[in-house]
């Protein structure tokens, strides 16, 4: 079954930076885009950034454009978000989703990301 596991977050002080992780099984990683999620306490989801199929090209949502970095490793099929000069409205939980056109067909269970001094 398809199975998306999330790490790496944590509390972290505002200009901090945090590397998050998403292990993907159970399906072929490389068919796929892949995106990150990420929804704040009391707050819909809203998409993060997206990745195509061989990690050549990436897209950002206007908040977070110049401070993180999507990346993937098709040969180990692993998802990452590097996120630098971190900001307390970037607080939220943080899910790696699998993507099809028009929808997120799979979610992994997040992982916790808390920016305060």
């Known amino acids: 079954q398809v199975q998306l596991v999330e790490s790496g977050g944590g509390l972290v002080q505002p200009g901090g930076s945090l590397r998050l992780s998403c292990a993907a099984s159970g399906f072929t990683f490389t068919s796929y885009y892949m995106s990150w999620v990420r929804q704040a306490p009391g707050k819909g989801p809203e998409w993060v950034s997206n990745?195509?199929?061989?990690?050549?090209?990436?897209r950002y949502r206007d908040s977070v454009k110049g401070r993180f970095t999507i990346s993937r490793d098709n040969a180990k099929n692993m998802l990452y978000l590097q996120m630098n000069s971190l900001k307390p409205e970037d607080t939220a939980l943080y899910y790696c989703?699998?993507?099809?056109?028009?929808?997120?067909?799979?979610w992994g269970q997040g992982t916790q990301v808390t920016v305060s001094s």
């Open positions: 990745i195509n199929t061989g990690g050549v090209s990436t």
């Open positions: 989703a699998r993507s099809r056109p028009g929808l997120y067909d799979y």
